[in-house]
């Protein structure tokens, strides 16, 4: 249907002036010839009258049939359009819903792009304090463990340097710095108040420093342990607060990687979205361009229709005009020719008359119809 419209759109409008010129220039010619008529039927009869007549009459339904077939193309010309404008109405229509609708999705879509957004936002700043967090706390871990891997590793030096495995033979040996001290007082003790030779002497004094040795020995290693496990301990709860660094980081980085695939859904959606009112937009537009296209050729139509009828208005006006004149105009004649005939009736009976009142001033003997000429009435003549 839509390829045949465009044909009735653009055939060439149906020139009902020319008709109408047309249609007078036969009236003119006909009037022409009925005048000519008339004016032989003054000299001859009426009966070429009535022939001029007749074909002053063929004219105008000539006209008005093909009149009628221009009228009978222009309604089909009409619907055609009216179907057609309704067709690009519905679309319109339907095309205009649906752009409000794409609409309405873009605005929810944009809303949760901002949304969505927003969140990408927060996490982004979460994540980095968390990382200046693990920046701090990495080098307080750093500076742990090395504090750690120094006091062990001193530790082992002391063990290394102020032990034997003579004096370390077991851990409880080494821990038992109440019992070294109460020995080594009483050696002390002993090396006051007793009286001793001088090889027991020396002996205890030995034994003194041997004692003390081991003691400073003791205290230092549990220096070492007591600063080694404060530092572990530290240590263990700093690497439990990187631990759970690590995990918030990493938590952090798997929202933001989650909303960024919701984000790239979200945006190629729109564009979609977009791509596809643009092409309704088209759509839409062409459809209202033909819509015009339209209504120009319907409102051209409708001027052709109305000049068509002022036409044939004027044509039925005038043919009946030309019907009366007509017939008053052969009225005329036919009274015009019926003075003629008695003029010359009574031209003839006057004649006559006078010849029989001549032959009766002469004496002659005249017949009936002579006596009736002189001595009846004129009318009856006829």
């Given at each position: 249907?839509?390829?045949?419209?465009?044909?009735?759109?653009?055939?060439?409008?149906?020139?009902?002036?020319?008709?109408?010129?047309?249609?007078?220039?036969?009236?003119?010619?006909?009037?022409?010839?009925?005048?000519?008529?008339?004016?032989?039927?003054?000299?001859?009869?009426?009966?070429?009258?009535?022939?001029?007549?007749?074909?002053?009459?063929?004219g105008?339904?000539?006209?008005?049939?093909?009149?009628?077939?221009?009228?009978?193309?222009?309604?089909?010309?009409?619907?055609?359009?009216?179907e057609?404008?309704?067709?690009?109405?519905?679309e319109?229509?339907?095309?205009?819903?649906?752009?409000?609708?794409?609409?309405?999705?873009?605005?929810?879509?944009?809303?949760?792009?901002?949304?969505?957004?927003?969140?990408?936002?927060?996490?982004?700043?979460?994540?980095?304090?968390?990382?200046?967090?693990?920046?701090?706390?990495?080098?307080?871990?750093?500076?742990?463990?090395?504090?750690?891997?120094?006091?062990?590793?001193?530790?082992?030096?002391?063990?290394?340097?102020?032990g034997?495995?003579?004096?370390?033979?077991?851990?409880?040996?080494?821990?038992?710095?109440?019992?070294?001290?109460?020995?080594?007082?009483?050696?002390?003790?002993?090396?006051?108040?007793?009286?001793?030779?001088?090889?027991?002497?020396?002996?205890?004094?030995?034994?003194?420093?041997?004692?003390?040795?081991?003691?400073?020995?003791?205290?230092?290693?549990?220096?070492?342990?007591?600063?080694y496990?404060?530092?572990?301990?530290?240590?263990?709860?700093?690497?439990a607060r990187?631990?759970?660094?690590?995990?918030?980081?990493?938590?952090?980085?798997?929202?933001?990687?989650?909303l960024?695939?919701?984000?790239?859904?979200?945006l190629?959606?729109?564009?979609?979205?977009?791509?596809?009112?643009?092409?309704?937009?088209?759509?839409?537009r062409?459809?209202?361009?033909?819509?015009?296209?339209?209504?120009?050729?319907?409102?051209?139509?409708?001027?052709?229709k109305?000049?068509?009828?002022?036409?044939?208005?004027?044509?039925?006006?005038?043919?009946?005009?030309?019907?009366?004149?007509?017939?008053?105009e052969?009225?005329?004649?036919?009274?015009?020719?019926?003075?003629?005939?008695?003029?010359?009736?009574?031209?003839?009976?006057?004649?006559?008359?006078?010849?029989?009142?001549?032959?009766?001033?002469?004496?002659?003997?005249?017949?009936?119809?002579?006596?009736?000429?002189?001595?009846?009435?004129?009318?009856?003549?006829?």
């Amino acid at each position: 249907m839509r390829k045949n419209i465009f044909l009735v759109i653009q055939e060439n409008p149906i020139d009902l002036g020319r008709d109408q010129y047309g249609n007078g220039d036969g009236g003119s010619a006909a009037t022409t010839r009925s005048t000519t008529t008339r004016r032989a039927a003054a000299s001859s009869s009426g009966t070429t009258v009535a022939s001029a007549s007749t074909s002053h009459k063929d004219g105008p339904k000539k006209d008005l049939g093909r009149d009628q077939n221009v009228q009978a193309g222009t309604d089909s010309n009409l619907i055609t359009l009216i179907e057609f404008k309704k067709t690009l109405l519905e679309e319109q229509k339907k095309g205009e819903e649906r752009i409000q609708e794409l609409n309405n999705k873009i605005d929810s879509t944009k809303q949760q792009i901002d949304d969505e957004r927003i969140q990408l936002e927060n996490l982004r700043v979460k994540l980095k304090q968390t990382n200046e967090q693990k920046d701090t706390e990495l080098t307080r871990y750093t500076e742990m463990k090395n504090a750690l891997i120094e006091t062990r590793n001193q530790m082992k030096s002391a063990d290394e340097k102020n032990g034997t495995k003579s004096a370390l033979k077991s851990r409880s040996e080494r821990r038992d710095m109440g019992r070294l001290a109460r020995n080594l007082e009483q050696i002390e003790r002993d090396i006051q108040t007793k009286k001793l030779s001088k090889d027991e002497e020396r002996k205890l004094v030995a034994r003194s420093k041997e004692v003390a040795t081991k003691l400073h020995a003791l205290k230092t290693i549990y220096k070492k342990e007591d600063d080694y496990r404060n530092i572990s301990s530290q240590y263990e709860l700093l690497k439990a607060r990187m631990n759970k660094i690590f995990d918030q980081k990493s938590d952090f980085g798997d929202k933001i990687g989650k909303l960024k695939g919701t984000l790239d859904t979200l945006l190629n959606l729109r564009e979609g979205l977009y791509a596809e009112r643009r092409s309704l937009i088209h759509v839409v537009r062409e459809a209202k361009a033909k819509l015009e296209m339209v209504d120009t050729q319907l409102n051209a139509i409708q001027f052709r229709k109305s000049r068509q009828q002022a036409a044939e208005s004027r044509l039925r006006r005038s043919q009946s005009q030309r019907r009366q004149t007509g017939d008053r105009e052969e009225i005329r004649e036919n009274i015009q020719e019926r003075a003629k005939r008695n003029k010359e009736n009574q031209e003839r009976w006057n004649t006559m008359k006078e010849a029989a009142l001549k032959k009766m001033s002469t004496g002659e003997k005249l017949t009936f119809d002579e006596m009736k000429l002189i001595y009846g009435d004129g009318i009856s003549a006829d």
